[in-house]
């Protein structure tokens, strides 16, 4: 083995050579004044149809972004907590007051969003997991998105695909774009992940392939969009091996305050960077991709949105569309098991010299994984067994429970003795969490604006749990989760749930504790976190359809020249981690583009 000294040059040399990469994509500071694309955001979509769009060399193309570059820290597989929340990369916005989520915790409720090149992919979980062909098939047949139904889409997801698991075979595609990776081969340090997946499978979970389209019903250990033990983002996929193209430039710590119109025919975008504004024109399509949030921000600030919303601001209307309604997401619960024999936990993910080693030249250990075991489950509000309404998965928690002061300052000052008390037994040890997820939620929410200034945040209500049913069905997600897998098998053996009630949840109901409906509604209440898969903003539909923002090819509605290819279009959320069917809509959309443009 190297020595100490050898291995901390080599790793300086091989991060700092990272680091320089990510700079050079980033570097540009000079544009032309017309391009024949112009691209609102580098993000999971953004960064796909600039790549596609500018493979064309007979077409130039702008990427514009607002955040910076990526870093060699942020490709770290393990480190994907410590990016959430992080200003430099997470735009972290803050939300309304929403009564069924986290009231435990200091207000307000913030919602994570990439402010990086590689958009949300940058800080995501990094699943590679399609969603349920039903969703798409209702795109198609109830939401009017013609053309959007699985069997037609399939063909995007395996375009992206590379996988380098040759075990999934069945709808996988091998020569892609994006890396997707499983961990099986590291399943001997995965005690507790395994653990988990033997358990459901004698509770009656099969071990399934979420992504092959048969079903959805069962247990895995979920793929994640690792290469090489690398991080995959839209950037490093897309981007990195095609940074010196002549037709594409990539413009970062641009911020597009404005589209501009001439009628209603989109010319040109108006961007901030370093204090300046400036504006560029586009011969041909200009495609909003910045995103659920965004997106919707800017088309409003640009005069595209509810009539009435926009004059109440004083803003010239465009065009009136109801931009910014159908927001919504996913809501997660969190369980927390304690782990009587530690050395069956795992061990704690740090940045030692030996892992940075391991990591840059070898491509193993803790740091190239974020282990992920999930199943999926039908709630009793959910009156279709082939399409699940629950989801869970066991994550490598965050190995925050050694500091009891980091744990507090997530409460507010009232109460904290109370959760020092829960807490405080558990300090200094290795907790496993699992994740019970509503991922087909009723409820829907809105975006507004807070005002003209571009730089404002804008007004958040994705109404979690604000449908009777969504309640429902996630106090009944936790209960299967309870009652028919953690409690019985080789899990049951190895951790024990923390049920002890939690501040404000007390007394309820003494004689049922943890499984009674009343606490864990509570418990939902009080603790429940937002997932950060928001959808639906800009919704995609017919041109009659009163509810739709664009049309099945994602041209904006009543203007030209304007396009949104991002998860903003989604008209129902998907139920899985939303990075993957963002690339597909991009694919998509690009090739739409290249399609209609005569490309």
Not at 363 to 372: E, K
Not at 394 to 400: D, L
Not at 525 to 531: H, L
Request: glycine share 8%; with cysteine; hydrophobic share 35%.
């Amino acid at each position: 083995m190297a020595s100490l000294t050898t291995q901390l040059l080599t790793v300086s040399i091989l991060s700092l050579q990272r680091q320089l990469l990510h700079y050079e994509i980033a570097s540009r500071s000079t544009w032309n004044s017309e391009y024949d694309f112009i691209i609102i955001g580098g993000g999971g979509a953004g960064a796909i149809v600039a790549r596609r769009l500018s493979e064309n060399l007979s077409g130039n193309v702008l990427l514009l972004e607002a955040g910076g570059s990526e870093t060699a820290a942020s490709d770290i597989p393990a480190l994907y907590y410590e990016w959430v929340g992080n200003p430099d990369i997470d735009w972290n916005y803050p939300m309304l007051y929403q009564p069924n989520l986290g009231q435990a915790y200091q207000m307000p409720a913030h919602m994570s969003v990439g402010k990086v090149l590689g958009g949300s992919t940058t800080i995501s979980g990094m699943v590679y997991n399609r969603g349920n062909p039903r969703h798409f098939d209702e795109w198609d047949y109830r939401f009017g998105c013609r053309g959007w139904n699985y069997k037609n889409i399939l063909p995007y997801f395996l375009r992206m695909e590379n996988q380098t698991d040759r075990n999934y075979r069945l709808n996988h595609n091998f020569f892609g774009p994006i890396s997707v990776s499983s961990d099986w081969a590291e399943s001997n340090n995965l005690p507790s992940h395994i653990a988990y997946i033997k358990t459901a499978q004698q509770a009656g979970y099969p071990l399934i392939d979420v992504n092959n389209g048969l079903t959805q019903n069962g247990v895995t250990l979920f793929e994640h969009t690792i290469n090489q033990g690398i991080k995959v983002t839209s950037s490093a996929a897309y981007l990195n091996s095609n940074r010196n193209r002549s037709n594409l430039h990539i413009v970062t710590k641009a911020h597009v305050t404005r589209i501009l119109f001439d009628g209603t025919t989109a010319t040109a975008v108006r961007f901030q960077r370093a204090g300046r504004n400036y504006t560029v024109m586009a011969n041909k399509e200009i495609v909003v991709s910045a995103g659920t949030i965004a997106s919707a921000q800017l088309l409003m600030l640009s005069g595209i949105g509810p009539r009435e919303h926009l004059q109440q601001l004083g803003l010239r209307v465009v065009t009136d569309l109801p931009v910014g309604k159908n927001l919504h997401d996913h809501s997660n619960t969190i369980l927390y098991f304690d782990v009587p024999d530690q050395r069956q936990s795992y061990e704690p993910v740090s940045l030692t010299v030996q892992n940075l080693y391991n990591y840059y030249v070898n491509s193993r250990g803790p740091l190239t994984m974020f282990p992920n075991a999930a199943t999926y489950l039908v709630s009793d509000q959910n009156n279709d067994t082939e399409w699940p309404d629950i989801m869970t998965e066991m994550v490598r928690s965050n190995n925050r429970w050694d500091n009891l002061t980091t744990i507090l300052s997530q409460y507010p000052p009232e109460h904290q003795q109370a959760w020092t008390e829960y807490w405080g037994p558990y300090v200094g040890r290795r907790l496993l969490s699992l994740d019970v997820q509503l991922v087909r939620p009723r409820a829907r929410g809105t975006l507004r604006l807070n005002s003209t200034d571009p730089f404002d945040n804008p007004l958040i209500d994705p109404n979690y749990l604000g449908d009777p049913r969504d309640m429902a069905a996630m106090i009944n997600g936790i209960k299967q989760v309870l009652t028919r897998i953690t409690n019985q098998g080789p899990f049951a053996h190895l951790a024990k749930f923390i049920g002890n009630p939690v501040p404000g949840c007390e007394n309820l109901c003494p004689l049922n504790g943890a499984l009674c409906e009343r606490y864990i509604e509570c418990f939902v209440r009080k603790t429940s976190v937002a997932v950060f898969r928001h959808a639906g903003t800009c919704r995609c539909g017919s041109g009659s359809d009163p509810n739709a923002v664009v049309d099945e090819r994602l041209n904006v509605l009543n203007v030209s020249k304007l396009r949104i290819v991002d998860a903003s279009i989604m008209p129902q959320i998907i139920n899985a981690n939303s990075w993957i069917a963002t690339a597909m809509i991009a694919e998509r959309g690009a090739q739409m583009i290249l399609d209609d443009n005569d490309i």
